[in-house]
């Protein structure tokens, strides 16, 4: 039987109380013993979380720039050094394969990190002829996500690189100090917080990790996290979407789609026809208290399908809530509709895209 895969951080989060998780071949931490406390500190203050598992591809060769957007829904041409783009990796139909993140090096040099592990075959399929090589680097690149409203004023204290000047969607295309280690700056993160990433060298993630908890970040785990992203409306991949399933219209991604002719990519002619009359739209729904539904339930409209709840948490400031995918007719803020669950349905009323910061503004400030 093949191990599952550990991070290079498993021990030191093992030592520290660590609860952890085999999911589809991957150990993943729960919880460092009170999820609880650590979203309230996430909220309100500063938490770090291993973010091992995202799969971090070095793409070069003067193709790089063209093969990556023939995939990629966002804009990659015209990314400067230092900045990275959010968006979809689709098919010729215009569904989602996965989404992720492209950061833009200086010349022909891209990284790009997704969800999943077929970028580089997709990539492949799709760039015949192209000069470019594609390398997977998760396991040199571990990445430590610290988050939360004094996760600037924190990292302050560690650094000299002038994190106010690091605009939000930017990094370090050099590697800078940080607590004494060299590492890369992301002003990324997966919180609806302030936050930042740190990518060190792999024989130095667990000394990252240990200065960071001296200069008082808390470690946290998935379970917090999850509260957190799904507040939100963050997606993750094979829950809020199955890939090869739904568009970026479906998951709420329509911003992110460049349909304006200047960044061609694959399914950009599907999508357009679906951009003029999107059949479905994404949202949180506001759940009765009582049982929670499971993922995947079944969200129904006068006594009819009318979508798929995709993500339910019980959060402690907005209480059962949940992302869905909905009919857009049935997509209205204020409506109700009925969620099914073991014992039969409960009712539900759909809100914003997001619970938390709808402007997204807190991960600018």
């Given amino acids: 039987m093949t191990e ?40 309100s203050d500063v938490v770090m979380w291993d973010v091992y598992g995202l799969v971090k591809w070095d793409v070069r060769g003067s193709g790089a720039i063209e093969a990556v957007q023939r995939i990629f829904t966002n804009d990659v041409a015209s990314l400067e050094p230092g900045q990275v783009r959010y968006g979809a990796f689709v098919d010729a139909a215009g569904a989602i394969v996965d989404d992720g993140t492209v950061f833009g090096h200086s010349g022909d040099h891209l990284w790009v990190m997704t969800n999943g592990t077929t970028f580089a075959e ?14 997977n680097r998760l396991h ?58 740190l990518i060190p060298a792999r024989e130095d993630a667990a000394e990252l990790w240990t200065r960071l908890g001296d200069a008082g970040v808390r470690p946290i785990g998935f379970e917090a996290v999850e509260i ?63 049982e929670l539904p499971e993922l995947g339930a079944d969200v129904l409209a006068g006594g009819e399908l009318a979508g798929t709840l995709t993500s339910p948490v019980e959060s402690p400031r907005f209480g059962p809530i949940g992302l869905a995918r909905l009919r857009r007719e049935v997509a209205v803020e204020g409506a109700r509709v009925d969620v099914a669950v073991a014992s039969g349905t409960i009712t539900a009323t759909v809100g914003l895209d997001c619970a938390y910061d709808p402007q997204k503004l807190r991960p600018r400030s």
Wanted: net charge negative; hydrophobic share 40%.
């Fill in 228 to 290: 957190a992203r799904v507040e939100a409306g963050l997606i993750i991949h094979e829950q809020d979407y199955l890939p090869g399933r739904q568009t970026p219209f479906d998951v709420g991604l329509d911003r992110l789609v460049r349909l304006d002719g200047t960044a061609p990519f694959l399914g950009a002619d599907a999508l357009r026809a679906v951009a003029a009359d999107p059949p479905n739209r994404f949202v949180t729904l506001h759940l009765a208290e009582g």
């Fill in 122 to 135: 997709h990539l492949a399929a799709h760039s015949p002829g192209l000069d470019v090589t594609v390398e």
């Fill in 140 to 197: 040199e690149m571990p990445l430590i996500s610290v988050q939360g409203p004094r996760s600037r004023e924190v990292l302050r204290g560690l650094t000299d690189l002038d994190l106010g000047a690091l605009r939000y969607f930017r990094f370090t295309p050099e590697p800078v100090d940080v607590a004494g280690i060299s590492v890369h700056v992301l002003h990324t993160g997966f919180s609806g917080e302030l936050g930042f990433e």
């Fill in 4 to 43: 599952p895969i550990k991070s290079v951080l498993y021990d030191v989060q093992a030592a520290q109380g660590g609860t952890f998780e085999d999911y589809d071949g991957w150990i993943w931490t729960l919880s460092m013993g009170d999820s609880l406390g650590e979203y309230e500190a996430l909220r």
